[in-house]
């Protein structure tokens, strides 16, 4: 029973950091409050993209061969190799990589969400392929792993200029002060909604900007219906002392520490970048 956790619940519980904050305004900062998500214009160099763009293609390549070799249709979980990948942990793979989830704009992103002790949780490519007609479902990140504390912060950051013809991310803002929502498993992905929500906003991004959005709200990306790929980069970042939260076949809750060296490792200790 792998997604049994999605009977868990968890209310919004996100304090606001105590220290003066580094870099986001305070107009941003209330945004993630109050709205759950903000766009971040101009984070990233075009150099800087263009280096994790190279790490990207590589390896998504290569989650693209290994779906065509391995599965029927290349079709595994929410992978589909024609039309959408997810190439997930790549810290692991690429040095390159790991140093830009620790770029000091993240940094001060996550010491102004988050606190003083974070972690990286989780990285992943998500490449829609041209001419891919279905969105990717409303979800909540929460809806897929079940951590506590419960906000974790969701760094969306395109590669290319992401559009609302190649699918760019929607967001129901407000929606995370709900909590965790139920999920039900699609051919596409968990998806939390009956239908199309109300009060939805396209959030169109450039190369280089960052959408930022907690783990409890919902979002979902439309189809792609140009000619190219539409490229986006996913790191997550969580409190130092986060849990994942399962229930085993009793219903028992099962918490493990996150904090796998090579995959969450630690990106900001007692407020500054770890030695
Ligand atoms: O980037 C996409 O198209 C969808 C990915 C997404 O929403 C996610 O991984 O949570």
Redesign the pocket.
Known sequence: MPYRHHELRSEFTWKRPQSIPRYLSEALIDAYDEQGFFLLKNAFSADVLKSVTGELDRLEAETTQMLKDNFEGGVMFINRADE?T?SAQLVKQSPVLADFCRHPILQDLVHDLIGPDVRLYWD?A?Y?KPGNPSP?PW?Q?NG?TFIEPQQYL?C?IPLVDATEEN?C?HVVPGLHREGTLHHEFTDLGFNCFDGAPEGVVAVPAMAGDIVVFSSLTP???GPNLTDSV?K?Y?VQFCPDDCVSVSLNDKGERIETPIGNPDTQFHVLTNGAAPI
Do not use: N
């Open positions: 959408i997810f992943q998500v829609k990717f979800h990140d897929y969701t969306w699918g991310p979002h979902a990306t539409r986006t996913i």
